[in-house]
């Protein structure tokens, strides 16, 4: 199975901040790589595939890169609305398998 | 719009079995897969099985191999997961997604989840 890494696992940040959060695929993944976002008591929300591709409706602050085995997820000015936990996960074949998570909270 | 509805929260002591329901509307339910996610409490994502609503072929997570049988109904839009010989670790949310990768793989709609929960 291919495994997904995630650093850091907690991210402290204040509004405004650019935040990056990476993810590690332990093998070559192309870019069969999306991002999904999740507040508590909440179901995760679809944000990037593809690895950069935002979903319809995702605010332009967000963004993906990468391909092969390194993938990162950038916010390039932190919303009250963005403070969530965010999970990489990669499609590229049976079984998926998601990153343990990054929480960004508020410094 | 896209809804995908979950049954409700079940109890049920170690052994038993249990079957959840997820009602897909807004879209036309053949053309995508569903595919099943829990999270445990405080923990992370797990992918459980996928099923092609279009001819029902499925694909498993290694670990519920043969524990885990999903189905659909095209008439209803319903899609099911039943689980079979539970333990305390199975008590989590289960989530129904629409699974729109080109072979599968890619969840774009979430069911608002069902708790279960697995205790004697």
């Known amino acids: 199975d291919i495994q997904m890494t995630q650093s850091p696992s907690t991210l402290s940040a204040s509004v405004g901040d650019r935040v990056t959060i990476t993810c590690r695929a332990s093998q070559n993944i192309n870019t069969w790589l999306a991002w999904y976002q999740q507040k508590p008591g909440k179901a995760p929300k679809f944000l990037i595939y593809k690895a950069s591709i935002l979903e319809s409706g995702v605010p332009s602050r967000f963004s993906g890169s990468g391909s092969g085995t390194e993938f990162t997820l950038t916010i390039s000015s932190l919303q009250p609305d963005d403070f969530a936990t965010y999970y990489c996960q990669q499609y590229d074949g049976f079984p998926y398998t998601f990153g343990q998570g990054t929480k960004v909270d508020i410094k | 719009q896209v809804q995908l509805l979950q049954s409700g929260p079940e109890m049920r002591e170690p052994g038993a079995s249990l079957k959840v329901s997820c009602k897909a509307s807004?879209?036309?339910?053949?053309?995508?897969?569903i595919s099943w996610v829990r999270q445990a409490p405080g923990q992370g994502l797990e992918w459980l099985g996928w099923?092609?609503?279009?001819?029902?072929?499925?694909k498993y997570a290694h670990n519920f191999q043969g524990r885990m049988t999903l189905s659909t109904e095209t008439s209803t839009s319903t899609a099911y997961m039943e689980l079979r010989s539970l333990r305390s670790g199975d008590t989590a949310i289960y989530y129904c997604v629409r699974d729109i990768g080109a072979v599968a793989g890619l969840f774009d709609e979430w069911g608002q989840g069902t708790l279960v929960t697995v205790s004697s």
């Open positions: 099923i092609s609503t279009y001819d029902g072929d499925t």
């Open positions: 807004g879209y036309t339910f053949p053309t995508f897969g």
